[in-house]
Each structure stands twice: as structure tokens, then as C-alpha cells.
């Protein structure tokens, strides 16, 4: 049996190799090149370059073969351009989990597949377990032992035939054990700071990056007082959780901004609008009118919903033995975002599509970001982009 490591130059994915070369499989390297152009970038021209010969001093330190494969038209294509079009949408994607679904356990796949690899193993912080279900074999997806690393959220789109091909080797281990290991087997990438930024482009400055397809427009940025907010909604149904609608009449312009495009809910950074106590944050973006509108303050009731919903099209099964049928209603533990505590919620599958419903409001519900669910046990089941 022959496994391909994802090598990138971190730690990670290194002690992943070394592990697997110890436990005696027959192991090979190969680092993935997925972009070039450095537009809005905020790290030097060469990164890649530097991560490319780390990760082939880490393989020849291990002692197993290394190879390179540019991937970066499909990353364009899959990722990149998907990130463009969901930011032009007024909606705020997460192209890490793009990246895994659609590049390192698709493209990155078939390139293990043409030097006849069995599986690709990966340096992420989760655990995967075979069960019989039927007679059929299932992939389960755990989150990893390391509660501060947990990695399962960006494998949320993966299907049972990408996960059975796929490993995981360092996901019982914690984030300090594997900087061990990495230490006292002397590999290169064992002080290497963590990755950080967009899935293999890294840090950027997301207007000028963005910029290369979405041009500027100024628009208004309308403040929503919070005494005025339980008024705002009750234009609504008391059962409807979708976002509030407002309209610029309801607040008060103090600012101009750059397109709506460049911001996202929850943000508090980047308007550049003083004369207030406490922070400002973004409540609402409206790409019809390229209204920005805001609210004064973390707590401010605007931030905060009871639910969200997700097309139908657009559910996705990592346990397609699990599916739920219209109508059907179940309890489960939900994360809208990386690293964030799990929630209690219900889900309800519905004609239109799945909407949950959380036990207690979710600050930041930013459409575009995967909602993600998991059973009692750790479980990663299902997930889905947020609609609204």
C-alpha cells in the first residue's frame, strides 16, 4: 500500500509523513503548488518557494521520495474564482473549505492516483473511523483530540469516496506533541510558525486583493441605534428567523465606504468612522443599494439571530446514510464557523432547503460561511453554505 503525504513545509503535515514512514507504510511526498499571482498579498514573492524546499529537506530528513505538482489553474478555477463571485454576491465565503473538497482531496487525488498512491494523508488535527453500516463500509469524520486545533470544520464538504481514500495521522495527537516529535526527529519545519490567511495564497489585504475583479463604489454607511432595533424587526413575522430587512430611513448615515463587497458582518475594523464610545460593528450588508449598516457596541441586538437557512441544493451529507427527509426534524451540535464552541440546535429539512434553529441567538450569522453540524459524539455529519 503506497500513501502520498500533502507536504506543505509545516509541521504538520511533516510529523503526518514521519509518522506513517515509522509505522512502516510505503510513503512518498508531494508539495502542491496553487498560486502565483502575489496581488494583495502581504508576505514576499518567494514564500511558496521557501515552503517548496522546507517541505523537500523535511522528505529527504524522513527519507522518503518528493515530487511537485502545480495545481494553480484548478485552484483558480475552484476556489479562487468561486471567492470572487460569493464577495460579488455580497456574501462572505470560506475558501479553506473549497480548498480541501475541491483541490487537495480531488485535483491533489487524482495526481496521487496517476503515481499510484492508495490514499493521501494530510497533516490535519482530525480523526477518521470505518464503521460496517449494513454491510456497507462508512467513513466517519471525529474531531481531533486536540480541542484548540480541531480541524474537521474545513473538511465539512468531503464525500464517502474522498474519505475513503483519505488519512489523517496526527489527529490524536495535540499541537505541543507534534512540535515534540518534530524536534526530537530534527525535522526542518519544526519551529515553522503556522500558515495563515486564504488556503495556499496566505495574508492578504482583501480590498486590494478583491479589487483585481470587483471594482470600488461608494455607498452609505447607515447606523442602526440599538432602542431602535426590536421596533425594525417587528416588521417581520415573530417566527421568522431570516435576517432583519433594513432600509436607510431606519438609521443614520455617518460614513461612506467602498463597496459592500469588501466588508462582512461582524466586522469592526477597516470604516474609519469615530465619534462613538464603543466599537462599531457591521449588523447588515445590502448589495442592492451598497448600504453598509452598523451598530455601536459588541452586544448590539443586531449581531445576534436565533437562525439561518441553507438552500436545499446546497445540503450536504458527509454521512449520506443519514440524510433527512422533508418534513423531519432533528437535534444536533452546530458550528457557523472555525474553532467556534458547538451550539444546540434543531434542524429542520424543509422543501426550500434546511434551516436550524439554535437554542440561544448566534452572533455573526455571515451568509456565505458553512454551517456545519455533529452528533453527541464528535461526529462531523453534515454541513452547508449559509443562505441567510
Request: hydrophobic share 35%; with cysteine.
Given at each position: 500500500m503506497k500513501i502520498i503525504v500533502g507536504l506543505s513545509g509545516g509541521v504538520d503535515s511533516s510529523v503526518a509523513a514521519l509518522l506513517l514512514k515509522q509505522q512502516g507504510?510505503?510513503?512518498?511526498?508531494?508539495?502542491?503548488?496553487?498560486?502565483?499571482?502575489?496581488?494583495?498579498?502581504?508576505?514576499?514573492?518567494c514564500e511558496w518557494e521557501e515552503e517548496k524546499a522546507v517541505a523537500e529537506m523535511v522528505a529527504r530528513k524522513i527519507g522518503i521520495p518528493f515530487h511537485f505538482v502545480d495545481l494553480s489553474q484548478d485552484y483558480r478555477k475552484q476556489v479562487v474564482d468561486y471567492m470572487f463571485s460569493e464577495y460579488a454576491a455580497g456574501r462572505t465565503p470560506n475558501p479553506d473549505v473549497l480548498c480541501n473538497s475541491k483541490i487537495k482531496f480531488a485535483s491533489f487525488?487524482?495526481?496521487?492516483?496517476?503515481?499510484?498512491?492508495d490514499y493521501v494523508a494530510t497533516g490535519h488535527y482530525c480523526?477518521?473511523?470505518t464503521i460496517d453500516a449494513g454491510g456497507r463500509q462508512i467513513c466517519r469524520i471525529?474531531?481531533?483530540?486536540?480541542?484548540?486545533?480541531?480541524?474537521?470544520?474545513?473538511?465539512?464538504?468531503?464525500?464517502?469516496?474522498?474519505?475513503?481514500?483519505?488519512?489523517f495521522p496526527i489527529g490524536h495527537l495535540t499541537k505541543p506533541q507534534v512540535r515534540e516529535i518534530a524536534r526530537q526527529a530534527s525535522l526542518p519545519?519544526?519551529?515553522?510558525?503556522?500558515?495563515?490567511?486564504?488556503?495556499?495564497?496566505?495574508?492578504?489585504?482583501?480590498?486590494?486583493?478583491?479589487?483585481?475583479?470587483i471594482k470600488p463604489k461608494d455607498g452609505n454607511v447607515v447606523e442602526i441605534f440599538a432602542e431602535d432595533f426590536e421596533r425594525i424587526k417587528s416588521?417581520?413575522?415573530?417566527?421568522?428567523?431570516?435576517?432583519v430587512k433594513y432600509a436607510p430611513q431606519d438609521g443614520?448615515?455617518?460614513?461612506?465606504?467602498?463597496?459592500?463587497?469588501?466588508?462582512?458582518?461582524?466586522?469592526?475594523?477597516?470604516?474609519?468612522?469615530?465619534?462613538?464610545?464603543?466599537?462599531?460593528?457591521?449588523?447588515?450588508t445590502d448589495p442592492v443599494s451598497n448600504t453598509i449598516y452598523v451598530g455601536?457596541?459588541?452586544?448590539?441586538?443586531?449581531?445576534?439571530?436565533?437562525?439561518?437557512r441553507i438552500n436545499a441544493g446546497e445540503v450536504h451529507w458527509i454521512r449520506d446514510d443519514l440524510k433527512m427527509d422533508i418534513g423531519e426534524e432533528r437535534a444536533y451540535l452546530v458550528r457557523i464557523r472555525y474553532r467556534q464552541p458547538l451550539q444546540k440546535a434543531v434542524l429542520n429539512m424543509h422543501k426550500d432547503g434546511m434551516y436550524i434553529l439554535f437554542d440561544q441567538p448566534q452572533r455573526g450569522i455571515t451568509p456565505g460561511q458553512f454551517a456545519v453540524w455533529y452528533d453527541p459524539s464528535g461526529e462531523m455529519l453534515g454541513s452547508g453554505p449559509i443562505k441567510e
Amino acid at each position: 500500500m503506497k500513501i502520498i503525504v500533502g507536504l506543505s513545509g509545516g509541521v504538520d503535515s511533516s510529523v503526518a509523513a514521519l509518522l506513517l514512514k515509522q509505522q512502516g507504510y510505503n510513503v512518498e511526498a508531494m508539495y502542491m503548488q496553487n498560486w502565483h499571482d502575489i496581488t494583495g498579498t502581504l508576505h514576499g514573492e518567494c514564500e511558496w518557494e521557501e515552503e517548496k524546499a522546507v517541505a523537500e529537506m523535511v522528505a529527504r530528513k524522513i527519507g522518503i521520495p518528493f515530487h511537485f505538482v502545480d495545481l494553480s489553474q484548478d485552484y483558480r478555477k475552484q476556489v479562487v474564482d468561486y471567492m470572487f463571485s460569493e464577495y460579488a454576491a455580497g456574501r462572505t465565503p470560506n475558501p479553506d473549505v473549497l480548498c480541501n473538497s475541491k483541490i487537495k482531496f480531488a485535483s491533489f487525488l487524482d495526481k496521487v492516483s496517476q503515481l499510484g498512491g492508495d490514499y493521501v494523508a494530510t497533516g490535519h488535527y482530525c480523526k477518521k473511523e470505518t464503521i460496517d453500516a449494513g454491510g456497507r463500509q462508512i467513513c466517519r469524520i471525529l474531531a481531533g483530540d486536540d480541542p484548540n486545533k480541531d480541524q474537521s470544520y474545513f473538511l465539512c464538504q468531503l464525500t464517502q469516496q474522498q474519505l475513503s481514500r483519505a488519512l489523517f495521522p496526527i489527529g490524536h495527537l495535540t499541537k505541543p506533541q507534534v512540535r515534540e516529535i518534530a524536534r526530537q526527529a530534527s525535522l526542518p519545519s519544526a519551529e515553522k510558525k503556522d500558515s495563515q490567511g486564504i488556503c495556499f495564497v496566505g495574508k492578504v489585504d482583501l480590498p486590494v486583493f478583491l479589487q483585481q475583479v470587483i471594482k470600488p463604489k461608494d455607498g452609505n454607511v447607515v447606523e442602526i441605534f440599538a432602542e431602535d432595533f426590536e421596533r425594525i424587526k417587528s416588521r417581520q413575522a415573530p417566527d421568522d428567523y431570516s435576517p432583519v430587512k433594513y432600509a436607510p430611513q431606519d438609521g443614520k448615515i455617518i460614513g461612506k465606504h467602498i463597496g459592500v463587497q469588501y466588508y462582512t458582518i461582524g466586522q469592526r475594523h477597516g470604516l474609519n468612522i469615530g465619534g462613538h464610545q464603543g466599537s462599531i460593528f457591521i449588523i447588515a450588508t445590502d448589495p442592492v443599494s451598497n448600504t453598509i449598516y452598523v451598530g455601536e457596541g459588541k452586544d448590539h441586538p443586531g449581531l445576534y439571530r436565533k437562525g439561518l437557512r441553507i438552500n436545499a441544493g446546497e445540503v450536504h451529507w458527509i454521512r449520506d446514510d443519514l440524510k433527512m427527509d422533508i418534513g423531519e426534524e432533528r437535534a444536533y451540535l452546530v458550528r457557523i464557523r472555525y474553532r467556534q464552541p458547538l451550539q444546540k440546535a434543531v434542524l429542520n429539512m424543509h422543501k426550500d432547503g434546511m434551516y436550524i434553529l439554535f437554542d440561544q441567538p448566534q452572533r455573526g450569522i455571515t451568509p456565505g460561511q458553512f454551517a456545519v453540524w455533529y452528533d453527541p459524539s464528535g461526529e462531523m455529519l453534515g454541513s452547508g453554505p449559509i443562505k441567510e
